[in-house]
Structure formats: structure tokens, C-alpha cells
């Protein structure tokens, strides 16, 4: 029993849960949860040297490519899929890869997370170089996708961090760090798309949320490079340049709509009384860093 993936244990806490009320269903899927969030906590350095090198590497003009398979991919990809709307960023700069391809997101594709194959084909497609931050995830971190993954990224000399629940994952020989999240044995035998899933999800948010704030995609804690695609996301454009200009609703929106809703360029247009040629001129001196603009701005009248 001992040589069982922690992960992979039964749970002594919800060993009743098929006999059990629904509300007690839910407390003891509850109570599993609320670990999550501790384990994470044991974490938080490793997870900031994980930002630092992702952030290192966008100022290099490098990606960050995450690979996995099943629950781990999709993960992957959804935290991907989330930054261009939510941080204004080319597609390529954060992607997501799951083994089996675009099905694979919707269908178990036999075999999948087995294949070294796959593993190098996937690689392969992305021409990835030293520049470029892979992010291989998986519950157990022993799948030979992950680990092929991995020993790729060595090879082109790319940074290699593992994200896994496992102490003793496989792949994390091959990584140059190493973010492990012991969340143990599952409500549900072996259904890592639980507590793993989370803990994953929450480490995945942590790494491009923070990697974003470093390079300078925020202004304080607002989205000031969030693309406006619908009409949620326009209001909110409307109100960050509200607060952070101190402006009143509709002048904000006004702005905003004369300027193809470029948030950063709509507050200096405001709050310095310039116009957008200026304000996007002002960004590109400072690398598209709001707060950069406005402290030198300040110091030089």
C-alpha cells in the first residue's frame, strides 16, 4: 500500500459517502476542499520563483506553453484561453496543449497521456526555444507525456517547471522547478479532477495573474489592459478609467469610445489632459507600463 500515489488512496474520511444524506455528500466533498487552499500556502515560495521566471521570460519576449493531459491539460488551456481578454495579450504569448489534441478537451482520448509520441509531435509544433517557459502539470506526474514534455524542454535549453501532487513525481527530475501540491487522497478514489483539479486551477491563476502584475498588466489592482469584447467588459473599461482618472461615468465612456476602448490610453488622455497620439506615445516609451507613465509624468512638471 505504501507505493500507492497518495492521490490515488482511498479516503477514510468519505468511505460512508455512498450511504450518506446529500447535505452530508456535500460537507464531506466541502471538508476536502478547504485543505486545498492550506497545502497551497506551504507552497508560496517555490510559486514565486515560478512567477519570476515566467515574468523573466516575457520581458525576453518568451511564451509560457503548458502542456497536461486529461483534467491537467484542460486546466491548462482554460487558464491559457483566459489571459488574451482578460490581460489584452497575443494569443501565442500564454497556450495551452492537451495530449490528444482539441478532442481531447471534450473526449477521453485512449491512451493519450502514454504517449512519447504525442509528447513530441506537440513540442515539436511550437518551436520552442530558450526564451520560452513550459509548464508541464499532472496529479500523479509520472504520465510519459508530461515527462517526455519536460526532457524536451531541457533540450531546448527552455525553462522547465512541473506542477503536480505527488512528492514523488517522476517528471520532477526533469524540471528545473518543481511546484508540489499534497493534496492527497481524493472524496472519490483516484478522481483527480477534485482536489488535484483545484489545486491546480488556483496554482495556474496564481502563475499568470502574478506573471501579468510583474510585466505591468495592472495598474494598483485593476485590468487596465482588458480587452473590451462585450458588453460586461465594456462597463468595466468605463469604470476602471472612472476611478483611476477620477472621472465621472460618461466622460469616461465618451473617451473610451473615441479611442477604440484602449483603457490605458484613456486614463492619461484624461487624467494628463493629452490627447491619444500622446498617450499611446507615453505607453510605448515606458513599455506599456501605466504606473511607469504616471510617476515620470509626475516628476517632470
Do not use: H
Request: charged share 25%; proline share 2%.
Amino acid at each position: 500500500m505504501s507505493d500507492i500515489i497518495a492521490t490515488e488512496k482511498a479516503n477514510p474520511n468519505t468511505t460512508d459517502i455512498d450511504i450518506s444524506s446529500t447535505l452530508e455528500i456535500a460537507k464531506m466533498i466541502n471538508n476536502e476542499d478547504l485543505k486545498v487552499a492550506k497545502e497551497i500556502s506551504k507552497n508560496l515560495d517555490t510559486i514565486a520563483q515560478a512567477i519570476d521566471i515566467i515574468s523573466t521570460n516575457f520581458e525576453k519576449g518568451g511564451r509560457l506553453l503548458y502542456f497536461g493531459a486529461g483534467t491537467s491539460g484542460r486546466l491548462g488551456v482554460l487558464d491559457a484561453s483566459e489571459c488574451p481578454p482578460t490581460f489584452n495579450t497575443p494569443s501565442e504569448m500564454v497556450q495551452g496543449t492537451i495530449a490528444g489534441g482539441d478532442r481531447a478537451l471534450r473526449y477521453a482520448i485512449e491512451g493519450a497521456e502514454d504517449s512519447i509520441e504525442l509528447a513530441k509531435e506537440d513540442f515539436t509544433r511550437l518551436n520552442i526555444n530558450e526564451n520560452d517557459t513550459v509548464v508541464s502539470i499532472s496529479a500523479s506526474g509520472n504520465a510519459n507525456y508530461v515527462t517526455e514534455i519536460l526532457k524536451l524542454a531541457n533540450q531546448a535549453r527552455a525553462k522547465a517547471i512541473a506542477i503536480t501532487c505527488n512528492k514523488n513525481a517522476k517528471m520532477q527530475e526533469y524540471a528545473d522547478l518543481t511546484v508540489c501540491i499534497e493534496t492527497g487522497a481524493e472524496a472519490i478514489t483516484g478522481s483527480t479532477r477534485m482536489k488535484a483539479g483545484t489545486a491546480q486551477k488556483l496554482v495556474l491563476n496564481m502563475l499568470t495573474t502574478g506573471a501579468m502584475v510583474k510585466t505591468g498588466k495592472t495598474y494598483k489592482n485593476f485590468m487596465v489592459d482588458v480587452k473590451p469584447t462585450n458588453i460586461k467588459l465594456k462597463d468595466r473599461a468605463i469604470r476602471i478609467v472612472s476611478e483611476i482618472a477620477q472621472t465621472n461615468y460618461n466622460t469616461a465612456k465618451i473617451t473610451l469610445e473615441n479611442n477604440n476602448f484602449k483603457v490605458k490610453e484613456a486614463i492619461l488622455q484624461i487624467k494628463l489632459n493629452i490627447n491619444s497620439d500622446k498617450a499611446a506615445a507615453l505607453l510605448k516609451e515606458n513599455n506599456g507600463v501605466l504606473r511607469k507613465v504616471l510617476e515620470n509624468y509626475s516628476s517632470s512638471i
